[in-house]
């Protein structure tokens, strides 16, 4: 059984990893060498921010717990509202654009294949497959 406690196990970590451009800041909970097959993390969006993300190497499900903002589809142009209850699942790499709203945005997160743990967006908004 694996139990984490966020503020005693991951923040002031390394677990605990900022975006260079001061964006988000995700919390990862659950990695890769812990074996379950998915990854688990907590990311908190700042207001006011757009961050580019196209995740070519990996599939995710990400759901709002609190705050506001939108993501914008590279590929449609279509725009969804995100808000606390609304979930979306990247389930074709969507390139797509993340824009933090009126104030901080908390979303929980699943990745498959896991993430290692240290990993940041390229600059094409994509993270590496490790191996």
Known sequence: MIVKDIKKDVI??????????????????LLKDEGMGFSFH????????????????????????AGNGKIEDLATGEIH????????????????NLYGGTEDMRLICVFNPPIKGTEHHDENGVYPLED
Do not use: P
């Not at 990893?17 to 964006?23: R, S």
């Not at 907590?42 to 717990?65: D, G, P, R």
């Not at 509202?81 to 797509?96: R, S």
């Open 81 to 96: 509202e995100i808000y606390d209850g609304v979930m979306y699942a990247l389930n074709n790499h969507d390139d797509h």
């Open 42 to 65: 907590e990311t908190i969006i700042k207001a006011n921010t757009k961050t580019h993300i196209h995740y070519q190497n990996h599939l995710e499900a990400v759901y709002c717990v």
């Open 12 to 29: 002031g970590t390394n677990r605990e990893v900022f975006a260079q451009g001061g964006q988000w800041v995700s919390r990862r909970m």
